[in-house]
């Protein structure tokens, strides 16, 4: 019987062996032996993985490209080819460009502070309204296509995510008071894919809009989740924010942090960054920025030897 390749503990791919982004896929149909091939690189990773817990933020960005239909589809397949072969995933997901459509729409102006969106009560009733209502649908609805699957939640369900706010001239935007992963346990157990809208409450009946990275963070720490990955709009971190070849393949919450001192980071970025850092010190043992519009972005990083993205761990 074939055996898998040992790979190095931690998920440590060389950081030389990491390019700097998907390449094309080719013109031609990969022939039988490229597509065995594959099937066998994969084996040993979904052997490391199998019955793990796997979080997956995908971002807002990721679904607005110029084909969101075609967008979800990938990433349901995606995501159900985890499930398939015994991955948990968990879809935690934001949907920042949905609200501002909608907030457009109804003659709404946006505000942002520090890559967080200032949410006054009109604001918070729209955040809900796209996020429970639209994207979470979406999501749930692509996934499903391919049999019954997915589950839709917003944070308020059964006391997911409780929320305190984090500062009154940012209006209802919620810090994670604390995530209770009861709920999310109970529907993995069921063989289930918890997809999470983040809107928390405070328990006393009022909802708070949680940026979307900070929450999957958390919800990754609570379940003890073996990876954490952010899918976005850009294809990993860059030491340069303007400079794609700058992108930084590998790295540990201490570069996080330099990263950020050093002005480096900016806008959404900034809540990612600090969830990356802050998972792993926790004990997530590997958090993961990728190109969410990158066909099969997931699949790359998880399954192959050569990561896409920029993988953070301990050192
Ligand atoms: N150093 C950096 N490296 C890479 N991207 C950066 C950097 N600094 C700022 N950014 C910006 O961060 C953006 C990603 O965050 P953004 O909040 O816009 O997307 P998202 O979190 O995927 O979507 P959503 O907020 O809707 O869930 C990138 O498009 C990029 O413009
Ligand atoms: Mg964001």
């Known amino acids: 019987m074939r055996q898998p390749r040992p790979r190095p503990a931690g998920d440590g791919r060389p950081a030389a062996d990491r390019p700097v982004a998907v390449t094309a896929e080719a013109a031609a149909p990969p022939d039988a032996a490229t597509r065995a091939a594959v099937l066998v690189e994969a084996l040993p990773y979904i052997r490391e993985f199998r019955g793990r817990i796997v979080v ?14 075609r967008a979800l589809a990938s990433f349901a397949a995606d ?11 968990v879809v935690v997901h934001g949907g920042g460009p949905q609200i501002g459509e909608l907030m ?17 009560a009109e604001t918070l009733d729209v955040a809900r309204m796209v996020l429970v209502g639209k994207v979470n649908r979406d999501i749930v609805t692509a996934v499903n296509a391919h049999g019954h699957l997915a589950v839709g939640l917003s944070g308020e369900d059964a006391g997911l995510l409780t929320a305190s706010p984090r500062d009154p001239a940012l ?12 709920l999310l346990r109970r529907l993995l157990a069921e063989d289930l894919i918890p997809v999470v809208a983040t809107i928390g409450s405070d328990g006393q009946g009022q909802a708070y809009n949680i940026n979307a990275d900070t929450a999957a963070g958390a919800v990754a720490e609570a379940v003890a989740a073996a990876k954490l990955v952010y899918l976005t709009d850009v294809e990993g971190i ?19 942090d330099a990263l950020v001192r050093s002005g480096a980071v900016a806008g959404g970025m900034i809540p990612k960054v600090a969830s990356c850092s802050r998972a792993v010190r926790n004990g997530v043992p590997a958090a993961h920025v990728l190109d969410g519009r990158t066909d099969h972005a997931l699949l790359l990083e998880l399954f192959t030897d050569k990561g896409v993205g920029t993988m953070v761990a301990l050192p």
């Open 238 to 256: 860059r030491a340069e924010r303007d400079d794609p070849a700058s992108l930084i393949h590998r790295t540990t919450p201490d570069g996080l």
């Open 56 to 69: 997956v933020k995908y971002g807002g960005n990721a679904i607005a490209g110029a084909d969101p239909a």
């Open 79 to 89: 995501v159900v080819l985890l499930h398939a072969v015994g991955i948990r995933p």
């Open 104 to 120: 457009g729409r109804l003659g709404l102006v946006p505000e942002f502070r520090d890559g967080l969106r200032v949410t006054d």
């Open 171 to 182: 209006g209802f935007v919620g810090d994670v008071g604390s995530v209770n992963p009861e």
